[in-house]
């Protein structure tokens, strides 16, 4: 079978137009949104630009609050959009116009590329106009669209019926592709599974749906449905810098989008045979791309990838570059699925060819070369799989020959070897506060010294933000630093790592946004957007894993929101603010909103008009009512006024008008100053669905382990479903957690060693601080008086062990 010349060229011509073509959002450009029926968010997502409604009314847009800056608290999980919520304006007909305009543009490009796959996971596309073939698409995993170094690369994905996203797929930009060039043509619904990271826009002729967990950048248009956003977070599509002289304009005007499009046809050769998943060799042979081919179906020297390039047979050919997904070429010429373990005698006969292996990245590596442990464990060799010195490619932890025992999976330096260590050298942690900290300095002090010295452990560290957060603190110093000053708050984790070797500890700056459990992996985002810029992203392996993550709550003032940064930035905005604030409401009768509450009244007292609402019938729910109303009477003694059984629906900024107030008796009110202390639950979005409970928390055993996520995988902290929430949990949790590791990396053989099972105490302990001088509480079931309540926590807040959980002397 052959092509005819004519159509060869005619696809070559497409794919050359197309570069120099962008699609123009015009006016949508810079919403992270539109929608023609209305705008649905539930929780406390992040909008960081503008949204349009067109014509659904202002009715129809729900659950987002417009703020001016990201720091201003809205009650009632409500999600926050950064700047404007046009609904039915002038303006947002004309977003909604734009976006039908590139949608319109989107549909009748002329294809470059037929993709057969339904899946688009694991591909990497480059420039071009794709029309896939399958009428629903489904993306797992992660799709690269790569610049190939050109900023005028454009991609145009057009999909007639569905795009559905997995749970944390990825939808990413490689050497230079911009989100701005990027158009996704959905001629139904798009829906992002939680856990979504999604570069581009995405133009959806019905609705889209973005759940919990996802980050996307660009614009998502429901053209004749709904935008449902949960608990997610929105960019625009960002600063688009393209190459001048390839700008080109659309002049096409459409009308807004009421129905879906009529599906594409695939092309076909001249015998209407399809042209999905054809290629040519040097012979004129054709051949399915990315099938695995014999030497000789390929002719002299070249084989066939799943892009459909050809490729010299044994050569080394960078996995991003040359190598289709899921395909590596050796020096026979066949085609080896990347990440396979191949067996021993096929290795040893020559199928990997002379002086070459493949692992896990598609990489090729010569045989017998020494693999630093860092690149090993990074992922290098892949996750299961080591080279030795014959170059075979071996299962860790099989017995080869007996011998010397590998260290980390490193290359075999003997031909005579035996690997019967399993890989066990990398322990991550995700989460830089009291649980993580805590379990990094034990295993650094106490438990890795006690284990195998010929085994070389490391610990990462993974965090969000750079900077412990004394949360304990919280209410006395986010009114006025405290202390002394704003660092006493925040301390950077790096101080208390310093004491130990660069081999033994490593801190990573990032967010974690997936945990792929079959190949032991988490994906990073590194550093956060605010503190250093976009950094990347980078795969993560381990060997055991302490999920730490703790938990979030919609205001910054009371958890860490990625950054430490946006919670000092907050700290500071109420700091200015409440000297002048004549009415402060307070959302939360739980310890962090009596606490806030008590902080202000005793500051404050009758001066302002200070206002708790409990949100229930009581404060301090976690305790016996009699101290709840104690509690009751000191906030009134001072002058706070306490209301029960009224909850904030929701509110909205008014920027120097004060933020207005909706309360669930229908009752309004306009306040200064709105805490939200509130709403805090597990930080657990970017773990899989099927390692949580119904509150999101981790499930563990009574060991701490998580049994879903595979062997050697713990939670503890606030993450954690048998935790009930406090750092005095963790307290006890830590012992367990630490029993247990050093069980398992030890296979009980060290003599100490023995399992620990963490029982939760059913007893009340709390300590409540009421003000400056006053407080309530209860430890291990026994009332306290208000002198002892002051004495250990109220009269410094605890503050001198800050420092101290940072450094791992508590
Ligand atoms: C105002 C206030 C007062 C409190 N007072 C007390 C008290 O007096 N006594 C008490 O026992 N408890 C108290 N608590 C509760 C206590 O703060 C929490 O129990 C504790 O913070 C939980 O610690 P953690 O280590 O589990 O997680 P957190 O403190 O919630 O920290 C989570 C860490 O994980 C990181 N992280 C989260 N997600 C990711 C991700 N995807 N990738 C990378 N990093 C991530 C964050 O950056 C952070 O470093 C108080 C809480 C508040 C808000």
Redesign the pocket.
Same mark, same amino acid.
């Given at each position: 079978m052959h092509f005819s010349a004519s159509l060869l060229s005619g696809l070559a011509l497409a794919a050359t137009a197309v570069d120099a073509v962008a699609p123009s959002l015009g006016r949508a450009a810079p919403y992270s949104g539109c929608a023609s029926n209305g705008i649905h968010n539930s929780g406390a997502s992040t909008v960081n630009s503008p949204v349009a409604c067109y014509p659904a009314g202002p009715s129809s847009v729900v659950g987002l609050s417009a703020v001016t800056n990201l720091l201003s608290s809205v009650t009632g999980l409500l999600g926050r959009v950064l700047g404007t919520i046009d609904a039915v304006t002038t303006t947002a007909q004309g977003v909604l116009n734009d976006a039908n305009t590139c949608y319109s543009t989107c549909h009748t490009a002329q294809p470059t590329v037929i993709l057969p796959n339904s899946n688009l996971g694991g591909l990497s596309l480059r420039a071009g106009v794709y029309l896939v073939g399958p009428t629903n698409v489904t993306v797992s995993g992660t799709l690269t669209l790569d610049g190939q170094n050109n900023p005028n690369a454009v991609f145009i994905i057009q999909i007639n019926g569905n795009l559905n996203l997995a749970a944390n797929a990825r939808i990413l930009l490689a050497n230079g592709a911009q989100a701005c060039n990027v158009f996704f043509q959905v001629g139904a619904s798009a829906t992002l599974g939680s856990g979504s990271t999604v570069y581009g826009n995405i133009l959806a002729a019905v609705s889209v749906t973005v759940n919990s967990g996802s980050t996307c950048h660009g614009n998502l248009s429901a053209l004749s449905g709904i935008l449902n956003i949960i608990n997610s977070v929105l960019y625009p599509q960002g600063t688009c810098n393209r190459v001048a002289s390839a700008i080109t304009t659309t002049s096409t005007t459409t009308t807004r989008r009421t129905t879906t499009t009529t599906p594409k046809t695939l092309a076909t050769t001249t015998s209407n045979a399809p042209l999905v998943g054809v290629s040519v060799n040097a012979l004129g042979n054709t051949i399915a791309v990315g099938a695995t081919t014999t030497s000789g179906a390929l002719g002299a020297g070249l084989s066939v990838n799943a892009l459909g390039q050809t490729v010299t047979v044994g050569a080394t050919v960078a996995t991003t570059s040359g190598l289709g997904a899921g395909l590596t070429v050796n020096a026979l010429g066949q085609t080896v699925a990347i990440g396979t373990t191949v067996a021993t005698p096929t290795t040893t006969s020559g199928a990997l060819g002379a002086g070459l292996t493949v692992n896990a990245l598609g990489q090729t590596v010569a045989i017998g070369a020494t693999v630093a442990t860092p690149t090993t464990t990074s992922g290098a060799l892949g996750a299961g799989l080591t080279v030795n010195a014959l170059g075979q490619t071996v299962a860790i932890g099989a017995t080869v020959a007996p011998g010397a025992t590998t260290t980390c999976g490193n290359a075999l330096a003997a031909v005579t070897v035996t690997v019967t260590a399993t890989r066990r050298c990398g322990i991550v942690i995700? @989460? *830089?506060?009291?649980?993580?900290l805590g379990v990094a300095h034990k295993l650094l002090k106490t438990v890795i010294p006690s284990l195998d010295p010929k085994t070389p452990y490391k610990v990462t560290l993974?965090?969000?933000?750079t900077h412990f957060f004394w949360?304990?603190g919280?209410?006395r110093a986010m009114l006025s630093p405290y202390p002394h000053d704003l660092s006493d708050s925040f301390i950077p984790i790096a101080d208390g790592f310093t004491q130990y070797s660069e081999d033994s500890f490593e801190f990573v700056h990032?967010?974690?946004t997936a945990l792929n459990t079959n190949e032991r992996t988490l994906s990073v985002k590194l550093s956060s957007e605010i503190e250093q810029g976009s950094g990347g992203a980078m795969t993560q392996s381990f060997d055991s894993l302490v999920l730490?993550? @703790? *938990?979030r709550g919609p205001s910054p003032l009371?958890?860490?929101h990625g950054s430490h940064v946006l919670t000092l930035e907050a700290f500071r905005d109420l700091h200015a603010r409440v000297p002048v604030a004549t009415t402060i409401l307070v959302v939360g009768g739980g310890?962090?909103g009596t606490?806030t509450a008590g902080e202000l009244g005793s500051t404050y007292g009758k001066t302002k008009n200070i206002t708790l609402l409990s949100g229930t019938d009581r404060l301090l729910k976690n305790l016996r009512p009699a101290i709840g109303a104690r509690a009751e009477g000191y906030l009134r003694k001072m002058g706070v006024k306490v209301v029960h059984n009224i909850r904030v629906e929701s509110s909205k900024d008014g920027g120097d008008n004060g933020t207005l107030v909706q309360l669930s008796n229908g009752e309004t009110m306009t306040v200064d100053i709105l805490i939200t202390a509130t709403g805090?639950a597990p930080?657990s979005s970017?773990l899989p669905e099927f390692l949580l409970d119904s509150r999101k928390a981790v499930v563990v055993d009574d060991f701490l382990r998580v049994p879903a996520a595979g062997p050697r995988v713990y939670a503890l902290?606030?993450?954690a479903s048998t935790s009930k929430?406090?750092?005095?949990d963790?307290k006890y949790m830590m012992p367990v957690a630490i029993a247990n590791i050093t069980f398992d990396l030890s296979d009980g053989r060290t003599g100490e060693a023995h399992e620990q099972r963490y029982l939760p105490s059913t007893k009340e302990t709390q300590?409540v601080p009421v003000g400056r001088s006053k407080g309530v509480g209860a430890v291990f079931g026994w009332w306290t008086p208000s002198f002892f309540v002051w004495l250990i926590?109220g009269r410094t807040f605890m503050f001198p062990n800050a420092l101290k959980t940072v450094l791992g002397t508590v």
């Open positions: 995700v @989460g *830089g506060s009291y649980a993580g993974i965090s969000g933000s949360t304990v919280a209410p990032g967010q974690v730490a993550a @703790g *938990g009371y958890s860490i310890s962090a606490e805090r930080a970017f902290g606030d993450i929430g406090g750092a005095v963790i300590l926590k």
